[in-house]
């Protein structure tokens, strides 16, 4: 599948809102065993569901408390207080989300959400105002995973399922977006769902060649010989005061760079590449994840002497690769 003709639709809570209850009645109960006897027994997920398919929470709360008065303060303090189970935006995935607005890529939000507490929300995130429009559940009384909203969403806009790119972090919303044909992602982190618009081809790689690096015998001569060749800018000489090792990196038009090395111990040959994949964040991950896969990982991320932040791994020829930030 590739983004000719795609739209990508996300949902808002677990994917780009940091929203649990928890954040807020921790801040109520002083036992944490009884907070979730509550959440799980009161003031239960499908409790909540309702109000997301368009019950009123005087309703709702109106109800419950006659089932559990002792409970009335906590009970009224999910809609009064509804803001402060809301952590805060999960930023890689507004980073995403800014991209794909960047590119031009059309988006939505499909939400399970109800409409009295939603203003607090647009209130709190600028990002919401980015979407070309949001539909919520308690406009429609659907709840996901119901194929029918799904069915709603793709009526009001005019869309084809087969066009939807939709991210939800609930495997059961996922499975009932899949139902109705749309290409679904479970969100597990923002890294992960990056990788997954990459090979969709929505959103561009980080990745690219840094640099590439070879042994010199003389490192004056070798930047001259590139330098009036090829006209590339040349960086001061950087020495190390650890060991007898000098270089130098050479731009060329259009970002490439080439580091040249000299050091007593080495003998003139291509020495590695190195590929920058955008931020340390990343650089770790993509080492932990190569390192569960078996990849052999010649030095860990670390701080060089010149100040990058790298890690070292062999591929599959055994060839060195310089991960960078």
């Given at each position: 599948m590739t983004a000719h003709g795609?739209?990508?639709?996300?949902?808002?809570?677990?994917?780009?809102?940091e929203w649990n209850p928890r954040h807020l009645y921790r801040k109520l109960f002083q036992d944490e065993a009884e907070m979730e006897d509550f959440l799980?027994?009161?003031?239960?997920?499908?409790?909540?569901?309702?109000?997301?398919?368009?019950?009123?929470?005087?309703?709702?709360?109106?109800?419950?408390?006659l089932e559990h008065p002792d409970?009335?303060?906590?009970?009224?303090?999910w809609f009064e207080r509804f803001d402060e189970m809301m952590a805060g935006p999960i930023a890689g995935t507004v980073d995403i989300l800014a991209e794909l607005r960047k590119r031009e890529v059309p988006v939505y939000a499909l939400s399970n959400w109800s409409a009295e507490t939603f203003p607090f929300a647009q209130?709190?995130?600028?990002?919401?105002?980015?979407?070309?429009?949001?539909?919520?559940?308690a406009e429609v009384r659907l709840v996901k995973p119901d194929p029918r909203i799904f069915s709603c969403f793709?009526?009001?806009?005019?869309?084809?399922?087969?066009?939807?790119?939709?991210?939800?972090?609930?495997?059961?919303?996922?499975?009932?977006?899949?139902?109705?044909g749309m290409h679904a992602i479970q969100f597990s982190d923002p890294a992960s769902l990056r990788q997954e618009l990459v090979k969709l081809k929505l959103l561009a790689s980080r990745a690219h060649i840094e640099h590439v690096a070879a042994w010199?015998?003389?490192l004056d001569r070798a930047s001259s010989f590139y330098e009036r060749w090829f006209q590339v800018a040349s960086t001061p000489e950087y020495s190390s005061t650890t060991r007898e090792f000098r270089s130098r990196f050479l731009s060329?038009?259009?970002?490439?760079?080439?580091?040249?090395?000299?050091?007593?111990?080495?003998t003139p040959r291509h020495a590695h590449i190195a590929i920058s994949v955008g931020s340390r964040p990343e650089?770790?991950?993509?080492?932990?994840?190569?390192?569960?896969?078996?990849?052999?990982?010649?030095?860990?991320?670390?701080?060089t002497g010149d100040g990058y932040y790298e890690a070292v791994i062999a591929d599959s020829e055994g060839n060195l690769v310089e991960i960078t930030a």
């Open positions: 795609s739209v990508v639709v996300f949902d808002l809570g677990g994917v780009l809102i799980a027994n009161i003031c239960t997920t499908q409790w909540n569901l309702q109000q997301d398919g368009g019950r009123s929470f005087a309703e709702a709360c109106a109800a419950l408390k409970r009335a303060d906590m009970i009224d303090a209130r709190r995130f600028e990002f919401l105002q980015w979407f070309r429009a949001i539909f919520l559940s793709c009526e009001k806009f005019d869309l084809k399922p087969k066009q939807i790119i939709y991210i939800d972090d609930l495997p059961h919303n996922v499975e009932g977006a899949r139902s109705v010199v015998l003389d060329l038009d259009g970002g490439s760079r080439l580091e040249l090395m000299a050091s007593p111990q080495e650089v770790d991950r993509l080492v932990k994840e190569m390192e569960q896969a078996g990849v052999r990982i010649v030095r860990g991320p670390r701080v």
